[in-house]
């Protein structure tokens, strides 16, 4: 070894050089630096296609959490009076006079109905308010104050003018505060919003508690059934893990319409019920469309995450451990408990930690098998897409969602690790 | 596992429960999507075994949900059961039209995810590959973010790039959906590639496209095709995305089982359920064929 580098340290400053002459450091840096290269530029394409595709959406979605230009863009110069002045300021001849082109402007541009919505955020039962008078604003003349609050007497609530001096911001944090139950009052301090607006972090609270108890029953299920699947000759685990795998790969609008078939109160498991005397037909249980449906449902639909993970950390315990504790006096349970189960653990965690993740952000099970009670925060996101349209609040719970779910998977990824995640 | 010699009264009564306790959990598993299919055949428009169902009486069967699949939506459908007829099933009946939607959008989604994917792939198991664990983190985010989340996401930035309501816009949607697994499968194929096979193809003068066509690609093949069909079930089960950006016309078969199990459900419901099982079913009788094949070729055994 020593005559060989001597032989390649042929020049006579005595530093080792390829043959063509370069420093051996500098041509080995620039090698690995070329290979390094190479295997970025594999990856590139796709990195490329998901920042497209995921990243930037998803950017998109935090940025409308924070942003809503529906008064600022179609009330200008209210918005602009606004920011001419102290927070508080009552509302002056001038202000009224920007009230009113402003709502002219918007009921030609046939806006008004927007500006309406983005003040209904923040305080209900406005949106009419703007309505009908956006339908009068043609007729205004000064003084504009009497001739606005002729219109609707309102106008006048000082309440009113504080929301509106919040909302003529495109950007604020309203949107975070009310998906944490949270508001500003007219001077702008965050207080907690009304009772009867308190909702998300009962949603959230809801969501964590079923993730985790489906998480518990997964465990629960999926232990005994990844250990014997560990423990049987690879041939028949092979064969039953045929049953572990086919539901894994059963749509899943298939596994929760069998659900709905198998618990509704006509359905299979409330008729052998009747049929076998065990209740009666009027005490027939309600057990689908509420909480006790979807956790069902979701148990069933995530049971193989849990099982999967198990399995491969099972795989390889050499069953002689256990033999070894008992042949030194253990009892079978000591066994399991001192021996066994300590080296399930990083299976445990993979499983439940998938399992919880995948749990908290479920929409389709809940949504349709879920009824009041059992919906999840996912739902409410899509409640507040699709039907109530208040998009930059259904953005702001998803960014808290979504907060949440990378926390847990930033942690999946430090105790698990990304590359071990293995499907079948 | 075989019961020791050893084992007292007691263990003995424990491995039979055990192996019980094991058997319910199983059917807990298997019994909700095999129970579909027997009722897919129930001639009432019940959800439940009827007395001649359970008496296995045949008139109490029938094909009739089947028939719907095909009949509803035609424009014709008590018209003569002739090629005409067949073509208006083909071009009108709704369960037709959303298969072959699901079908389109499925097969391409796959062909996008699995290129990128492979090709990731390869360069993600290369050792050299700089920053791995982060950008694995992302290419796999996909599959952890929850879809609700991502259908919000598209919804805003298909709207402002004029995608929504298009082909190209759910079929890339898909695409990012069904990326982790084919990067996921193929990953752990490479990870007992030998490299050497490479390296011996490069010293006999082989380029790096026909080392990859003709060393690296059959061997890898197996765990390819299993992401694929990862893909592609990803792609032809999503419904959220598609509720979210798709046309009032684009149907695929989950929109059109979700539209069913909300509104009215019908055993028509029960019937497609029946057909997907048996999809699913061959589709992982090839999984686990490939599996084995691809275990056999890298010399893993036990």
Same mark, same amino acid.
């Given at each position: 070894?020593?005559?060989?580098?001597?032989?390649?340290?042929?020049?006579?400053?005595?530093?080792?050089?390829?043959?063509?002459?370069?420093?051996?450091?500098?041509?080995?840096?620039?090698?690995?630096?070329?290979?390094?290269?190479?295997?970025?530029?594999? %990856?590139?394409?796709?990195?490329?296609?998901?920042?497209?595709?995921?990243? %930037?959406?998803?950017?998109?979605?935090?940025?409308?959490?924070?942003?809503?230009?529906?008064?600022?863009? *179609?009330?200008?110069?209210?918005?602009?009076?606004?920011?001419?002045?102290?927070?508080?300021?009552?509302?002056?001849?001038?202000?009224?006079?920007?009230?009113?082109?402003?709502?002219?402007?918007?009921?030609?541009?046939? @806006?008004?109905?927007?500006?309406?919505?983005?003040?209904?955020?923040?305080?209900?039962?406005?949106?009419?308010?703007?309505?009908?008078?956006?339908?009068?604003?043609?007729? !205004?003349?000064?003084?504009?104050?009497?001739?606005?609050?002729?219109?609707?007497?309102?106008?006048?609530?000082?309440?009113?003018?504080?929301?509106?001096?919040?909302?003529?911001?495109?950007?604020?944090?309203?949107?975070?505060?009310?998906?944490?139950?949270?508001?500003?009052? *007219?001077?702008?301090?965050?207080?907690?919003?009304?009772? &009867?607006?308190?909702?998300?972090?009962?949603?959230?609270?809801?969501?964590?508690?079923?993730?985790?108890?489906?998480?518990?029953?997964?465990?629960?299920?999926? !232990?005994?059934?990844?250990?014997?699947?560990?423990?049987?000759?690879?041939?028949?685990?092979?064969?039953?893990?045929?049953?572990?795998?086919?539901?894994?790969? @059963?749509?899943?609008?298939?596994?929760?319409?069998?659900?709905?078939?198998?618990?509704?109160?006509?359905?299979?498991?409330?008729?052998?019920?009747?049929?076998?005397?065990?209740?009666?037909?009027?005490?027939?249980?309600?057990?689908?469309?509420?909480?006790?449906?979807?956790?069902?449902?979701?148990?069933?639909?995530?049971?193989?995450?849990?099982?999967?993970?198990?399995?491969?950390?099972?795989?390889?315990?050499?069953?002689?451990?256990?033999?070894?504790?008992?042949?030194?006096?253990?009892?079978?349970?000591?066994?399991?408990?001192?021996?066994?189960?300590?080296?399930?653990?990083?299976?445990?965690?993979?499983?439940?930690?998938?399992?919880?993740?995948?749990?908290?952000?479920?929409?389709?099970?809940?949504?349709?098998? +879920?009824?009041?009670?059992?919906?999840?925060?996912?739902?409410?996101?899509?409640?507040?897409?699709?039907?109530?349209?208040?998009? =930059?609040?259904?953005?702001?719970?998803?960014?808290?969602?979504?907060?949440?779910?990378?926390?847990?998977?930033?942690?999946?990824?430090?105790?698990?690790?990304?590359?071990?995640?293995?499907?079948? | 596992?075989?019961?020791?010699?050893?084992?007292?009264?007691?263990?003995?009564?424990?491995?039979?429960?055990?192996?019980?306790?094991?058997?319910?959990?199983?059917?807990?598993?298997?019994?909700?999507?095999?129970?579909?299919?027997?009722? =897919?055949?129930?001639?009432?428009?019940?959800?439940?075994?009827? &007395?001649?169902?359970?008496?296995?009486?045949?008139?109490?069967?029938?094909?009739?949900?089947?028939?719907?699949?095909?009949?509803?939506?035609?424009?014709?459908?008590?018209?003569?059961?002739?090629?005409?007829?067949?073509?208006?099933?083909?071009?009108?009946?709704?369960?037709?039209?959303?298969?072959?939607?699901?079908?389109?959008?499925?097969?391409?989604?796959?062909?996008?995810?699995? %290129?990128?994917?492979?090709?990731?792939?390869?360069?993600?198991?290369?050792? &050299?590959?700089?920053?791995?664990?982060?950008?694995?983190?992302?290419?796999?985010?996909?599959?952890?973010?929850?879809?609700?989340?991502?259908?919000?996401?598209?919804?805003?930035?298909?709207?402002?790039?004029?995608?929504?309501?298009?082909?190209?816009?759910?079929?890339?949607?898909?695409?990012?959906?069904?990326?982790?697994?084919?990067?996921?499968?193929?990953?752990?194929?490479?990870?007992?590639?030998?490299?050497?096979?490479?390296?011996?193809?490069?010293?006999?003068?082989?380029?790096?496209?026909?080392?990859?066509?003709?060393?690296?690609?059959?061997?890898?093949?197996?765990?390819?095709?299993?992401?694929?069909?990862?893909?592609?079930?990803? =792609?032809?089960?999503?419904?959220?995305?598609?509720?979210?950006?798709?046309?009032?016309?684009?149907?695929?078969?989950?929109?059109?089982?979700?539209?069913?199990?909300? &509104?009215?459900?019908?055993?028509?419901?029960?019937?497609?359920?029946?057909?997907? %099982?048996?999809?699913?079913?061959?589709?992982?009788?090839?999984?686990?064929?490939?599996?084995?094949?691809?275990?056999?070729?890298?010399?893993?055994? +036990?």
């Amino acid at each position: 070894m020593a005559d060989a580098t001597a032989d390649l340290a042929a020049e006579p400053t005595g530093r080792l050089t390829t043959a063509d002459g370069r420093p051996l450091k500098t041509a080995l840096a620039r090698a690995q630096a070329r290979a390094r290269r190479r295997a970025f530029l594999l %990856v590139l394409p796709l990195l490329l296609f998901i920042l497209v595709t995921f990243i %930037v959406p998803i950017g998109q979605m935090l940025h409308r959490s924070i942003h809503n230009d529906g008064f600022s863009a *179609n009330m200008p110069l209210l918005s602009q009076w606004f920011a001419r002045t102290e927070p508080g300021t009552a509302p002056d001849e001038a202000a009224y006079a920007a009230l009113a082109a402003d709502l002219q402007a918007a009921a030609k541009a046939k @806006t008004v109905g927007v500006v309406g919505t983005r003040v209904n955020y923040e305080m209900p039962g406005t949106r009419s308010l703007f309505t009908s008078t956006g339908r009068k604003a043609r007729g !205004f003349e000064p003084p504009y104050r009497e001739a606005i609050l002729q219109a609707d007497p309102k106008w006048a609530d000082p309440t009113l003018w504080g929301t509106m001096r919040q909302v003529s911001q495109a950007y604020s944090p309203n949107f975070f505060l009310a998906a944490v139950d949270l508001a500003r009052d *007219n001077e702008g301090n965050i207080v907690q919003a009304p009772p &009867e607006r308190r909702v998300y972090l009962m949603l959230f609270q809801r969501t964590f508690l079923i993730a985790g108890l489906i998480t518990v029953l997964c465990l629960l299920l999926g !232990f005994p059934v990844a250990h014997l699947l560990a423990t049987l000759p690879l041939r028949a685990s092979n064969l039953l893990m045929i049953l572990v795998l086919l539901p894994f790969w @059963t749509s899943l609008l298939v596994r929760t319409t069998s659900w709905i078939v198998l618990l509704q109160g006509q359905g299979v498991v409330n008729n052998t019920l009747v049929a076998t005397g065990l209740i009666t037909d009027q005490n027939r249980m309600q057990m689908i469309y509420n909480q006790t449906g979807t956790i069902i449902a979701m148990t069933h639909i995530l049971l193989p995450f849990m099982i999967l993970p198990l399995y491969s950390v099972m795989r390889p315990i050499p069953p002689t451990y256990v033999r070894a504790a008992r042949s030194l006096g253990a009892s079978s349970w000591t066994a399991f408990r001192r021996v066994y189960l300590p080296q399930t653990l990083p299976g445990i965690g993979a499983g439940a930690l998938l399992v919880f993740i995948l749990g908290v952000g479920y929409y389709i099970t809940p949504a349709l098998v +879920g009824g009041a009670s059992g919906q999840l925060i996912s739902n409410l996101i899509a409640f507040h897409m699709q039907d109530s349209l208040n998009w =930059s609040l259904a953005a702001a719970l998803a960014a808290v969602l979504l907060g949440l779910v990378l926390i847990l998977y930033w942690l999946y990824d430090r105790l698990v690790g990304i590359d071990n995640l293995k499907l079948g | 596992m075989a019961l020791p010699v050893y084992a007292s009264p007691l263990e003995r009564l424990w491995y039979y429960t055990y192996r019980v306790i094991c058997a319910l959990i199983f059917l807990f598993l298997i019994a909700p999507i095999l129970i579909v299919i027997p009722l =897919s055949f129930n001639i009432e428009p019940y959800f439940t075994f009827t &007395e001649k169902m359970l008496a296995l009486d045949p008139t109490g069967y029938s094909l009739r949900w089947y028939d719907t699949l095909l009949t509803f939506g035609m424009a014709n459908p008590e018209a003569p059961r002739t090629t005409a007829w067949w073509v208006d099933v083909w071009n009108n009946a709704a369960w037709v039209r959303a298969a072959k939607n699901s079908v389109i959008i499925g097969v391409s989604s796959t062909l996008v995810a699995t %290129v990128l994917g492979t090709v990731a792939a390869l360069g993600l198991s290369r050792p &050299e590959m700089p920053f791995r664990r982060a950008i694995m983190a992302v290419l796999i985010s996909p599959m952890i973010v929850p879809i609700i989340i991502t259908a919000t996401g598209l919804f805003f930035f298909y709207s402002s790039t004029g995608l929504a309501g298009s082909y190209p816009g759910i079929i890339l949607a898909h695409a990012t959906l069904g990326i982790p697994f084919v990067i996921i499968t193929v990953t752990a194929t490479l990870i007992g590639f030998d490299r050497s096979l490479t390296r011996a193809a490069a010293s006999l003068g082989a380029s790096p496209t026909t080392t990859f066509f003709k060393v690296t690609m059959p061997l890898i093949l197996p765990g390819v095709i299993s992401g694929a069909l990862f893909a592609f079930v990803t =792609s032809f089960d999503e419904v959220v995305v598609v509720l979210f950006v798709a046309a009032h016309d684009q149907q695929t078969i989950p929109r059109q089982m979700w539209n069913g199990i909300r &509104e009215q459900i019908s055993p028509a419901i029960l019937s497609v359920a029946t057909i997907l %099982v048996i999809v699913s079913v061959a589709l992982l009788a090839t999984v686990e064929i490939l599996r084995r094949r691809s275990e056999r070729l890298r010399g893993v055994t +036990g």
